[in-house]
């Protein structure tokens, strides 16, 4: 069962420009949401992250939004950089639980 | 480099044939997780370890696969009588969980990737 859907299998966007990266859940239990980058190569590198009580979470270039009602998250990188060119995985747990489930994942491409 | 570690990062094998994989968690944290990443998804939890005690199991993991964190420190997954569709890259992750561990992030290994023919 795919809990955390990624439903863009790509995306792509000029360099300066914003990229939005989006992600819906199904279970309602979820109450912390977290943004992992891959580059190829290398593991899943941790980006940011937002708990339940928050709608908004940002951290320099990157935010993102929640929005419980609709189950639904979302990753704005403004200003977009070739650099954040990669796949990235939105991904969802329990409270105290350690079994994170993953959405499919993103392939961002940053045009210079 | 403190990084979560992983060997090998490549195995080719042969159907039948029983395969181990090693991750070094980064030196300090006490949990430390398995994942399998198959193509076109994201990574699926298997297993994780607070300190040498196993305490989770996802329902992906069969019986022909053991997980153990003897001393806990370093890891090993084995899968017995591979099977093609075990082919797959596994994620190691490590965590610092303090306290009443609520929340806390996992540094992810780069993965080994292992081709059962």
């Known amino acids: 069962d795919q809990q955390v859907k990624q439903n863009s299998p790509s995306l792509s966007v000029q360099e300066g420009r914003i990229s939005i990266l989006n992600c819906d859940y199904t279970?309602?239990?979820?109450?912390?949401f977290l943004w992992y980058k891959k580059y190829p190569a290398e593991g899943p590198t941790f980006l940011i992250s937002?708990?339940?009580?928050?709608d908004k979470n940002e951290d320099g270039r990157f935010t993102v939004f929640l929005n419980k009602s609709a189950k639904h998250l979302s990753l704005h990188i403004v200003p977009s950089q070739p650099g954040d060119s990669a796949v990235y995985f939105c991904?969802?747990?329990?409270?105290?639980?350690?079994?994170?489930?993953f959405g499919a994942g993103t392939r961002l491409t940053v045009k210079p | 480099d403190t990084g979560v570690s992983q060997d090998p990062r490549h195995k080719i094998t042969k159907r039948g044939q029983n395969v181990t994989f090693r991750c070094d968690p980064i030196?300090?944290?006490?949990?430390l997780y398995w994942y399998r990443q198959t193509l076109g998804q994201g990574p699926e939890f298997l297993t994780y370890?607070?300190?040498?005690?196993?305490?989770?199991k996802s329902r992906l993991l069969s019986d022909r696969f053991s997980a153990e964190r003897p001393k806990g420190s370093f890891s090993t997954l084995e899968i017995q009588r591979t099977e093609q569709g075990d082919s797959a890259m596994y994620l190691c992750?490590?965590?610092?969980?303090?306290?009443?561990?609520?929340?806390?992030?996992?540094?992810f290994g780069p993965g080994t990737r292992l081709t059962v023919l």
């Open positions: 992750a490590s965590s610092l969980v303090q306290g009443a561990g609520l929340y806390n992030e996992q540094f």
């Open positions: 279970n309602s239990m979820f109450d912390y």
């Open positions: 937002i708990s339940s009580i928050k």
């Open positions: 991904a969802a747990r329990m409270y105290n639980n350690n079994d994170m489930r």
């Open positions: 030196s300090e944290h006490n949990r």
């Open positions: 370890f607070q300190n040498e005690a196993q305490l989770e």
